[in-house]
């Protein structure tokens, strides 16, 4: 069984700096588009950036020049570096991946759990 298991969320202040990171594991065959999305309070899921497999990213306007998304293919590992943190960042932030496995040979988006980031002084 496939799973995306975050960590590296926390509190920190504004201007500040956080790496989440996101492990997946179980029988893969191989790992196509990774990313991360956030979800506040109220309101609805939202994608942060994406990675695709040759490693072309893109993000939301709301993140670009903040965050960098990466990925460790030998790891089936995705990071998201945030700097110059905001109130407005604060979110339970979710991996997600399209992963092909003994179960889904073509294909299916795997979510993490979610780990909390909350920015405030």
């Known amino acids: 069984q496939v799973q995306l298991v975050e960590s590296g969320g926390g509190l920190v202040q504004p201007g500040g700096s956080l790496r989440l990171s996101c492990a997946a594991s179980?029988?893969?065959?191989?790992?196509?588009?990774m990313g991360w999305y956030r979800q506040a309070p109220g309101k609805q899921r939202e994608l942060v950036a994406t990675i695709t497999s040759g490693g072309s990213t893109n993000y939301a306007d709301s993140v670009k020049g903040r965050f960098t998304i990466s990925r460790d293919n030998a790891k089936n590992t995705v990071y998201l570096q945030m700097n110059a943190l905001k109130p407005e960042d604060t979110a339970v932030y979710y991996c997600?991946?399209?992963?092909?496995?003994?179960?889904?040979?073509?294909?299916?988006?795997?979510w993490g759990q979610g780990t909390q980031v909350t920015v405030s002084s």
């Open positions: 179980g029988i893969i065959f191989s790992i196509n588009a």
């Open positions: 997600n991946a399209d992963i092909a496995s003994y179960s889904y040979p073509k294909g299916y988006a795997h």
